[in-house]
């Protein structure tokens, strides 16, 4: 399975666990809601459903509306069918969600892992922030590098283009200062002597986002946003 692929399983389970979806709806939530998947077609998602359903992580059913079905029949039409995710899928995301090893931290699937946060444990959601943060401050450390050594041979225009890329990098290892520090607080504030008994433990089993950052009108930068890459 290449990576790409894996990251869109992955994204189509979670959007699943939220509720039952047709193609068409999967398609347009991917679009919309995660940046990382503006470009794709039906060609790439119809035999990425098929997979999941082979593998008995999703289960094919008729539209829920009968009389769509039977105005489809009449056009001559197939039903739309719905896509919704088996005890085993359900499970396998889970196990997915639980994942913090390198890949967590690349581009593409930490865009896709942080859309699914709301679900994912709070000690989980630390590891794969931090290792994220990890992996931009060794990028940054050998763009610096790089500029470093390239620099007097570069024109004004490259030099600016290599200059936009490591503010970039800088403002998203910010973001994700400013997203650890507010998991952090949370953590402790659950954890605290005057703490209700338990309420850590529930804080981390239901996966709540607890103390993100509020700013005003400023934007944080988007995880899937090429300029960071």
Not at 84 to 107: I, M, N, Q, V, Y
Request: with cysteine; charged share 35%; glycine share 10%.
């Amino acid at each position: 399975m290449s990576r790409r692929s894996g990251i869109l399983e992955f994204a189509v389970l979670g959007l699943l666990r939220e509720a039952p979806m047709h193609g068409y709806e999967l398609r347009k939530r991917l679009n919309t809601s995660l940046g990382i998947f503006r470009a794709f077609s039906y060609g790439t998602l119809y035999p990425c459903l098929k997979t999941l359903v082979a593998s008995g992580w999703l289960i094919e059913e008729p539209g829920s509306a009968p009389e769509d079905a039977l105005a489809a029949s009449l056009a001559g039409r197939r039903a739309k069918i719905v896509y919704r995710l088996t005890a085993e899928g359900k499970e396998h995301f889970e196990e997915l969600l639980s994942h913090t090893g390198p890949d967590a931290w690349e581009d593409e699937h930490f865009a896709a892992r942080f859309a699914f946060f709301g679900q994912t444990e709070r000690e989980v959601r630390m590891r794969v922030l931090e290792g994220r943060r990890s992996r931009l401050e060794e990028r940054l450390e050998k763009m610096r590098a790089s500029l470093a050594r390239t620099r007097e041979r570069l024109d004004d225009y490259t030099l600016e283009l290599q200059r936009h890329g490591m503010e970039s990098v800088e403002r998203e290892v910010r973001w994700l200062n400013e997203l650890i520090e507010s998991e952090r607080a949370g953590r402790d504030q659950r954890s605290g002597p005057d703490a209700p008994e338990g309420a850590a433990q529930q804080d981390n089993d239901s996966g709540e986002t607890g103390g993100l950052p509020r700013h005003g009108g400023s934007t944080r930068p988007d995880p899937s946003d090429d300029t960071a890459k």
